[in-house]
Nanobody
């Protein structure tokens, strides 16, 4: 089973920044659109940001627009989520996910491969 590997979560003060990273040794991410989803306790999973295989197209949830930036380095087989101006409503488990490139439609379509998640906690 393909496993995405996330890193970079942690505890940060409100207004601070974190950068999440995701990679895998089992897929050539050139062929995949990528996404970051999050889920907080008692809440539904939310598509935070997604990016096409080339990086030319991106999607952001309204709740993170202007604060989060998704990017990818296909040469390093890695996707990133730069999270700035973190708010008390951002804490969640953040998951990296991959979807075959032809199926990209923002964060709308079901993604195929998921990681175990990395926890983001924001202190006020």
């Amino acid at each position: 089973q393909v496993q995405m590997v996330e890193s970079g979560g942690g505890l940060v003060q409100a207004g601070g920044s974190l950068r999440l990273s995701c990679t895998t040794s089992e897929l050539d991410l050139d062929d995949f659109a990528m996404g970051w989803f999050r889920q907080a306790p008692g809440k539904e999973r939310e598509g935070v940001s997604c990016i096409s295989h080339s990086g030319r197209n991106t999607y952001y949830a309204d709740s993170v627009k202007g604060r989060f930036t998704i990017s990818r380095d296909n040469g390093k087989n890695t996707v990133y989520l730069q999270m700035d101006s973190l708010k008390p409503e951002d804490p969640a488990m953040y998951y990296c996910t991959a979807l075959p490139r032809s199926s990209y439609d923002g964060c709308s379509n079901p993604f195929n491969y998921w990681g175990q998640g990395t926890q983001v906690t924001v202190s006020s």
